[in-house]
């Protein structure tokens, strides 16, 4: 499967963005999801990440618990992460990641294909 990550960009703190992630093939469905994020310097992190098909299991980091919610649409190939009340340590490059053999995961090592990344800047 093939990952194309977009909607990163600029935004002031407290705004919002919500960031797309497009997947190829026909089995999306099959695939639990899950978003990253490496900051400058820094090694990356796990931030989000739903569960294959549509049972609708979602996980995330405490850092980001109640900002961000993930979502997918499977008709769509796509899974999305809603960003909330950013802050400037939300600045990072975004990736998302898809894992064929786990329900849902939050572990990198999991996860077998991943996206090119879309860069979020949070200004203060």
């Known amino acids: 499967v093939q990952l194309q990550a977009s909607g990163g960009g600029l935004v002031q703190a407290g705004g919002s963005l919500r960031l797309s992630c497009a997947a190829s093939g026909r089995t999306f469905s099959s695939y639990a999801m899950g978003w990253f994020r490496q900051a400058p310097g820094k090694e990356r992190e796990f931030v989000a990440a739903?569960?294959?098909?549509?049972?609708?299991?979602?996980v995330y980091a405490d850092s980001v618990k109640g900002r961000f919610t993930i979502s997918r649409d499977n008709a769509k190939n796509t899974v999305y992460l809603q960003m909330n009340s950013l802050k400037p340590e939300d600045t990072a490059v975004y990736y998302c990641?898809?894992?064929?053999?786990?329900?849902?995961?939050?572990?990198?090592?999991?996860?077998?294909?991943w996206g090119q990344g879309t860069l979020v800047t949070v200004s203060s």
């Open positions: 990641a898809a894992d064929h053999d786990s329900t849902i995961t939050s572990s990198s090592h999991d996860y077998d294909y």
């Open positions: 739903i569960s294959r098909w549509s049972y609708g299991s979602t």
